[in-house]
């Protein structure tokens, strides 16, 4: 419960997410239909992102992502329209390094380099962290500064890094999907990317609405991980 104040003293104060998402994009959470956050890490890619971008605005989708802070600068215009347009930016650590193999100092530069060069490009900082690799222990975990919290990790994974194809990365996530599932997917590859319009089809089909992993963890009002 600690945790879960952090988070919504910050997410109502300055971070990179946006309460105004709802107006901006989809709507606010429909309390009655099931949710699914769709989460994108490694990037800003600097076309394979504006192209996930302009999927997303034409289905009025909300999502979360997972940026790499040494990427950030020469890809600050994606990062302040993700900002605009009311998606989550995460945190994903400065240059990928497992987390677990840091000293307390580094876990800590990391995560605040990152965040400050998304708060230079869009106005806020990052809200929440993933760690790369899903690399965490509690040892790393107390290391992280309550700023950077929550880790987030994630429900479904179509190992879309292994590029089996859009149609294959495209049923993984349809089939993983289940009410209030966090889905991790990298927009770093071109058949993730592609993958992207039949799984907002399939899963608005079935009756899923989709929103940042900021709304589906107040909606659970806890933090799971
Ligand atoms: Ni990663």
Known sequence: MIKLGIFVLLAGITACSAPRLAAETQTSADGSAPMVAL?????????????LLDILEGEGVAATFFVIGSLVEANSQIIKRMADGGHQIGNHTWDHKD???LSETRVVYTLQRTSEAVEKACGRPTLGTRPPYGGMNSKTEHHIPSEYKPVIMWDV??????????????????????????????DIHSGT???IPQVIRELKAKGYQFVTVEEILSSKNSVLR
């Open 193 to 195: 990317i592609d993958a």
């Open 157 to 186: 994974d179509p190992l879309d890094w292994k590029k089996p194809g859009s149609g294959v990365v495209a049923q993984r996530i349809i089939s993983g999907a289940k009410p209030g599932a966090i889905i991790l997917a990298h």
């Open 39 to 51: 989460t994108f890490d490694d990037g800003p890619h600097p076309s394979l992102t504006p192209k």
């Open 99 to 101: 987390m677990r193999k």
